[in-house]
C-alpha cells in the first residue's frame, strides 16, 4: 500500500466530492484516518468494509483526522442515509445486497470507523476514554457525512452496521436526523440454533461476549453472572438478549424512524418484505424489480461470501442438524433466558414477544 504523502494529499483533495475516496479506519490513538482509492464495483463487491479489502494492490494513505472533518464539511450533494441494524446472522447482509440492486442505492457493508466509534463511545467520560464528548461528536459527524457521499445514480446511502455497533443506533439516528433504519432480529429459539450451528460461534460469542455482559448488566438488575462460567447455549442466549434490548430501546426512543423485521417472516414473504423495507426507506424500487425479488440470484447464494450457494432450503437443513446436535446447549440457553426473565419484567416482555 502506498502511504507516501502526496497520495494522501491527493485522496484527501478527491474526498468531498466521490466515494471513490473511502474512509476505511479511524486511529483515535493517532487521531488520523486512513483514505483508500476505491470504486462503485469495490463497494458492491465488499461483503466487510474493514481490512479484508485490503490487498497488496491497494492504494492509500493516512491523513490527520481534523484535515477529514474539514473535507466532510465541504461535501456539497450528500445523499439520505439510511441504516440496517441487526442481531447478527439474520439476514442483514441479504437485505444489503437486495438493496444494492434496485439499482439506486450504495450499500456500506460493516464500515469499520463504526466500530471505532462504538467502542470510542462506550468509555466516554470514563479516564481512559481518548476523546471528549466534542471530540467524538465531531468525529461522528464527520462520518455520517462521508457515508451520505454517493455515485450520480445514487438516491441513498444504505450502512449496515455490525451487530454490535447496533449499541450506537440512537447516536446515529440523532446525528443524521432524517434517517430511517431497518432493523433484523430473530426470535430466541432460531437464533440459538443459528449461532450453535455456526463453524466459528464459540470464538464469537466469546469475542463480544465482555461488551455485551456490560450492555446488558447495565439494563438490568438481575445478576448475570460471570461470562467465563457461561455455557455455549447461555452465551448464545446473552447475545440475543444483548442485542434485542438494544433494538427495543432504540425503536422506543426514536418512534417511527426504525421497521423491525423478523428474518424468518421476512424470508417467509420476500416481495412483500422488500416492499416494506424500500417503503420505509423512501426508496424508489422499480415496481417489476419488487415483483420479481423472490426469483432474485441473491437469494440463492450466501451474501457474506457469494461464490458459495446458499439459500432457505439449505438454511433450513442447517438449523435442523444444528438442533439436531445442539439441543442440549439449546435448551441450556433457553432456560438461562426464563431464569432471567422471572427476575426482570421488562425481559420476560422481550422473550414473550
Same mark, same amino acid.
Given at each position: 500500500m502506498n502511504a507516501s504523502p502526496p497520495t494522501a494529499d491527493g485522496l484527501l483533495a478527491r474526498l468531498p466530492d466521490s466515494?471513490?475516496? @473511502?474512509? %476505511?479506519?479511524?486511529?483515535? +490513538?493517532?487521531?488520523?484516518?486512513?483514505?483508500?482509492?476505491?470504486?462503485?464495483? $469495490? @463497494?458492491?463487491a465488499a461483503s466487510f468494509l474493514d481490512d479484508r479489502v485490503l490487498g497488496p494492490a491497494t492504494?492509500?494513505?493516512?491523513? #490527520?483526522? $481534523?484535515? +477529514?472533518?474539514?473535507a466532510a464539511a465541504r461535501i456539497?450533494?450528500?445523499?439520505?442515509l439510511h441504516f440496517v441494524f441487526h442481531a447478527g446472522h439474520v439476514g442483514s447482509t441479504l437485505v444489503s445486497r437486495l438493496l444494492d440492486d434496485t439499482g439506486v442505492v450504495l450499500g456500506l457493508r460493516e464500515p469499520l470507523p463504526l466500530r471505532t466509534l462504538a467502542e470510542a463511545h462506550d468509555v466516554l467520560d470514563a479516564?481512559?476514554?481518548l476523546w471528549s464528548r466534542a471530540?467524538?461528536? *465531531?468525529?461522528?459527524?464527520?462520518?455520517?457525512?462521508?457515508? =451520505?457521499?454517493? @455515485?450520480?445514480?445514487?438516491?441513498? +446511502?444504505?450502512?449496515? /452496521?455490525?451487530?454490535?455497533? *447496533?449499541?450506537?443506533?440512537?447516536?446515529?439516528?440523532d446525528a443524521a436526523p432524517r434517517a430511517r433504519a431497518i432493523y433484523l432480529n430473530l426470535r430466541a429459539e432460531p437464533y440459538l440454533a443459528t449461532l450453535l450451528g455456526g463453524a466459528n460461534s464459540l470464538l464469537d460469542l466469546r469475542g463480544h461476549g465482555p461488551?455485551?455482559?456490560?450492555?446488558? %448488566?447495565?439494563?438490568?438488575?438481575?445478576?448475570?453472572?460471570?461470562?467465563?462460567?457461561?455455557?455455549? *447455549?447461555?452465551?448464545?442466549?446473552?447475545?440475543?438478549? /444483548?442485542?434485542?434490548?438494544? %433494538?427495543?430501546?432504540?425503536?422506543? =426512543? #426514536?418512534?417511527?424512524?426504525?421497521?423491525?423485521?423478523?428474518?424468518?417472516?421476512f424470508l417467509a414473504d420476500v416481495p412483500r418484505a422488500m416492499t416494506a423495507v424500500v417503503t420505509h426507506l423512501g426508496i424508489?424500487?422499480?415496481a417489476a424489480w419488487l415483483a420479481n425479488v423472490a426469483n432474485n440470484p441473491a437469494l440463492t447464494r450466501y451474501s457474506k461470501a457469494p461464490? #458459495?450457494?446458499?439459500?432457505?432450503?439449505?438454511?433450513?437443513e442447517v438449523l435442523r442438524e444444528s438442533r439436531r446436535q445442539h439441543a442440549t446447549e439449546i435448551g441450556r440457553g433457553l432456560a438461562w433466558l426464563e431464569g432471567v426473565a422471572r427476575q426482570d419484567a421488562a425481559i420476560g416482555a422481550l422473550i414473550a414477544q
Open positions: 466515494p471513490d475516496v @473511502y474512509p %476505511q479506519k479511524l486511529d483515535p +490513538v493517532r487521531g488520523a484516518v486512513l483514505l483508500l482509492e476505491f470504486g462503485a464495483a $469495490a @463497494y458492491r492504494r492509500g494513505g493516512w491523513v #490527520h483526522a $481534523a484535515r +477529514v472533518g474539514e456539497r450533494e450528500p445523499r439520505p479516564p481512559e476514554s471530540d467524538f461528536d *465531531g468525529a461522528l459527524a464527520a462520518f455520517v457525512r462521508l457515508w =451520505s457521499r454517493g @455515485y450520480a445514480d445514487t438516491r441513498a +446511502v444504505v450502512l449496515k /452496521a455490525t451487530s454490535t455497533a *447496533g449499541r450506537l443506533a440512537p447516536r446515529l439516528l461488551e455485551r455482559i456490560r450492555r446488558l %448488566q447495565a439494563r438490568t438488575r438481575v445478576p448475570l453472572g460471570v461470562l467465563h462460567a457461561l455455557s455455549p *447455549g447461555e452465551l448464545a442466549a446473552l447475545a440475543w438478549l /444483548a442485542e434485542t434490548s438494544s %433494538q427495543h430501546a432504540v425503536v422506543r =426512543s #426514536h418512534p417511527g424512524r426504525i421497521l423491525a423485521l423478523d428474518f424468518d417472516d424508489a424500487a422499480d461464490e #458459495h450457494a446458499y439459500g432457505p432450503d439449505v438454511r433450513a
